[in-house]
């Protein structure tokens, strides 16, 4: 077995319930799932090396069986990419390279493969072309594309085996393991600062000005000398109510505020920070999310 294969799964426990996380780590560091690489996987785990083929064929997006060509294309099919003309692109593509979705040319250089949301829904129609995303695609750029590897090294993997966490769990029975992941989990939350606030990512994010409440909120975080990490959320999925904020606090439900802009982070901070029942102000206030559920049930019996 390849040496990077067999460390890589030393990090992940031997039990079934890892066989989709081992395979898709395994394909992070390979660029796909060889018949032996599914077979030591299935060894790891424990399970038949049919199941492991089962998983990795039904999987809808991503896991690879056949080796990929030097470039790789990967067009967007999901929703917002079809509306916009993503499956024409790919019949072009599929003529032009005279290969079906999912081969490789003969020759082994190009590999066109279809892809589920990129995530990158605003820019639609999206695809990848060598792991770097472009947006916005017009049939000309399509008609253009032998120039696009003119000047372009071939595709790799740029994955390592230590961006992979060590995943160890101690105990003699499932319950007893679970038991010590959750604590594992507690025990990196204590060690989290007090706030956690989950900006909206994603295209939408971005083009609503994310970045600039992302400065914002650690800036003047700190000024208030406010323990509180910011982080990218990526997509919250209410791209239409942007910019989505999620405030994180030890013994609150997570608060979702909407429609926020730079300009509302002191306030923000200053109804968070004051511990009040938050945010009357903010007509974009969207849910309690636990609070909400309780309530309505309360209201419903
Ligand atoms: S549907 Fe294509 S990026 Fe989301």
Excluded: N
Excluded at 192 to 213: D, I, M, S, Y
């Amino acid at each position: 077995m390849d040496e990077g294969v067999r460390s890589l799964l030393e990090r992940f426990p031997s039990e079934r319930t890892w066989l989709l996380p081992a395979l898709q780590a395994v394909q992070e560091i390979e660029g796909w799932l060889s018949p032996e690489a599914l077979t030591a996987v299935a060894d790891h785990v424990h399970v038949p090396p049919s199941e492991a083929s089962a998983i990795a064929t039904d999987f809808d997006d991503g896991l690879r069986l056949i080796k990929p060509g030097s470039h790789l294309i990967r067009i967007c099919t999901g929703r917002s990419c079809r509306l916009t003309g993503a499956t024409d692109h790919l019949r072009v593509l599929e003529d032009h390279l005279g290969i079906a979705c999912g081969r490789t040319t003969s020759d082994g250089r190009i590999t066109l493969e279809e892809a589920d949301c990129l995530s990158a829904c605003s820019l639609a129609p999206v695809l990848e072309v060598d792991g770097a995303c472009h947006g916005c695609v017009t049939s000309a750029a399509i008609e253009r594309f032998p120039m696009w590897f003119r000047t372009r090294r071939a595709w790799h993997v740029d994955v390592d085996v230590s961006d992979f966490p060590k995943v160890h769990a101690e105990g003699q029975t499932a319950r007893e393991r679970l038991a010590d992941l959750r604590a594992q989990a507690a025990a990196r939350m204590s060690g989290r600062p007090a706030f956690r606030f989950l900006v909206q990512g994603g295209t939408c994010g971005e083009a609503l000005g994310a970045g600039e409440l992302v400065r914002a909120l650690r800036l003047m975080a700190a000024m208030r000398g406010l323990a509180a990490e910011v982080l990218d959320g990526g997509c919250h999925g209410m791209c239409s109510a942007g910019l989505v904020v999620e405030v994180q606090r030890a013994g609150w439900p997570p608060l979702t505020f909407t429609h926020l802009t730079k300009d509302d982070v002191p306030d923000l901070l200053a109804e968070v920070a004051g511990g009040e029942s938050p945010l009357m102000r903010f007509a974009g206030v969207a849910f309690l999310r636990h609070l909400a559920t309780r309530s309505s049930r309360a209201s419903a019996g």
